[in-house]
């Protein structure tokens, strides 16, 4: 189906510590799949993206990570700053073409 | 430009009038995209340009949406006889397209319909 489930739809963490957001999907030709953060007010901003022929990718403190044979992928966040809250959506795409988002997961890091 | 620009950022329209939401995407970016955020809410796919194709309109929800894209760039989201459930941020985005680089957002229009 064209659904992205996404999980949770709300975290707090305490600032420092990590956060996890999941995503899955059932349509097996997708091969890209980014990350956006949404702060108020203004459109989604991509983070990282991850594309199907790679499982993990780093980018200072943030991380994706894909296993694609069960159709999952996952956002961490490390070393959590209160800049870092904002509501979160991941999505998945074929090629790059007509992207498929999650229902998001707002995050609150708490100081 | 430097990035999707879109106008209005508000619109406030009394229900059963017409509105038009524009979008100029980034230039040479090929595909567009129209989502509606409802509050709280994802993002829902509506309408998706790329490049001279005939649009793919299989997520607008009703015939009294539709969007045109003149010449390849600027793109208009039109609704007619607006009702109350319309009331939602319409967002745009726009990509290189096939092989390119990923989605770049605008930062939106929040249509209120009274």
């Known amino acids: 189906g064209e659904n992205v489930e996404q999980h949770p739809s709300t975290l707090s963490v305490q600032e420092g510590d990590s956060a996890v957001i999941k995503c899955t999907y059932s349509?097996?030709?997708?091969?890209?799949f980014p990350w956006y953060k949404q702060e108020l007010g203004k459109g989604p901003q991509l983070i990282i993206d991850i594309r199907s022929n790679v499982g993990e990718k780093k980018d200072q403190r943030i991380a994706v990570t894909l296993n694609k044979t069960a159709k999952h992928f996952s956002l961490h966040i490390t070393e959590t700053q209160p800049e870092d809250s904002a509501v979160y959506f991941c999505?998945?795409?074929?090629?790059?073409?007509?992207?498929?988002f999650g229902s998001g997961t707002k995050l609150n890091v708490k100081p | 430009g430097a990035g999707v620009s879109q106008s209005p950022s508000n619109k406030v329209t009394e229900k059963g009038k017409d509105v038009e939401l524009r979008c100029d995407p980034i230039s040479g970016h090929t595909a567009l995209y129209w989502y509606r955020q409802s509050l709280g809410q994802g993002l829902e796919f509506l309408i998706y340009f790329q490049g001279n194709s005939a649009p793919d309109k299989s997520g607008l929800p009703s015939d009294r949406f539709s969007a045109e894209r003149t010449g390849g760039s600027v793109s208009t989201l039109t609704i007619q006889r607006t009702q109350q459930e319309d009331s939602a941020v319409y967002l745009c985005?726009?990509?290189?397209?096939?092989?390119?680089?990923?989605?770049?957002f605008g930062n939106g229009t929040r249509l209120t319909v009274t």
């Open positions: 985005a726009s990509s290189m397209g096939r092989g390119g680089s990923p989605l770049h």
């Open positions: 349509d097996s030709a997708s091969n890209y």
């Open positions: 999505a998945r795409g074929y090629n790059f073409n007509k992207f498929y």
